[in-house]
């Protein structure tokens, strides 16, 4: 199906985003338009998370439809950079198939306990885990904050009948991890999309207490991107290298920086012991 039939059968609030997220706007400036014309202030939460939940879908649906877009002559080359790497998504794929062969390799002892992950809605690396044979049997447990992704987490699960995700968590992963005991997960997926400063404690809480089996997983992705511009006092790839360091039972398999509408940074580990 063409994307433009795709499009068309979105409903209008939501055709109404993807198309500012195609024309390059920011989240901060698809928030102030929309806000502004649904007459919606930060005053209503709900109302306002909705539409913040709203832009993080579109902006999905347009890295999942592929779409190569074709923004208007005015937008700067740094935005038109931004929506290539939100259409192919080459970046963050490459992360997908590192970390299939590590869970590959390291299911074998513990497929019998669940992976904690972050799926978003549409459970992107979940779905490409469960193809692989070895990992048929393996369960994931997903946590959502956002109501609206929530929401649709729960009825992707149901109508499409997948079965290897449990029913998901409405709540910070954060606090799930804090209640977690040693050796409880097979696999953890930490694919943050803020920044490190705000993650810190939930990171260090799961490598310090070992809530991944030996042998196990823990993928790990935060932003660089902090508060509009580049944090100058913080070296997000230096305080997240040093934080493993602190542990000396787990070991580095791959790291990597790459652009998912904003600068990122993804570390794959191994708990050894």
């Known amino acids: 199906m063409k994307f433009e039939t795709k499009l068309e059968k979105l409903s209008k609030k939501k055709k109404e985003v993807v ?21 919606v202030t930060p005053e209503q939460k709900n109302s306002y998370r909705a539409i913040l939940a709203h832009i993080t879908m579109a902006i999905l649906w347009v890295k999942l439809n592929k779409v190569v877009a074709l923004p208007p002559k005015e937008l700067k080359l740094k935005e038109k950079a931004v929506l290539k790497d939100w259409s192919e998504g080459k970046s963050k794929q490459i992360l997908r198939d590192t970390l299939e062969v590590e869970v590959v390799n390291a299911t074998k002892k ?11 809605d549409m459970c992107i690396t979940e779905l490409q885990l469960h193809k692989r044979n070895e990992l048929k049997d393996c369960k994931f447990l997903s946590c959502e904050l956002e109501p609206v992704v929530f929401e649709s987490l729960v009825k992707n699960i149901y109508k499409n009948n997948w079965t290897f995700m449990q029913y998901p968590l409405p709540f910070e992963i954060g606090k799930l991890i804090n209640i977690s005991v040693k050796d409880m997960y097979s696999h953890l997926f930490l694919d943050f999309c803020q920044s490190l400063k705000e993650h810190y404690h939930t990171i260090e809480t799961a490598l310090k207490n070992n809530i991944v089996s030996v042998g196990g997983v823990v993928w790990i992705t935060v932003s660089t991107h902090i508060g509009g511009t580049l944090n ?11 934080l493993v360091k602190k542990y000396n039972n787990y070991e580095i398999k791959f790291k990597m920086s790459y652009s ?14």
């Open 110 to 120: 513990n497929n019998h306990k669940p992976i904690l992950t972050l799926s978003a």
């Open 19 to 39: 198309k500012l997220v195609l024309k390059g706007f920011s989240k901060k400036k698809i928030l102030t338009q929309i806000s502004k014309k649904r007459n």
């Open 232 to 242: 100058k006092g913080y070296n997000t790839k230096t305080e997240l290298l040093n």
């Open 260 to 273: 998912d509408s904003s600068p990122m940074y993804s570390v794959i580990l191994k708990r050894t012991k």
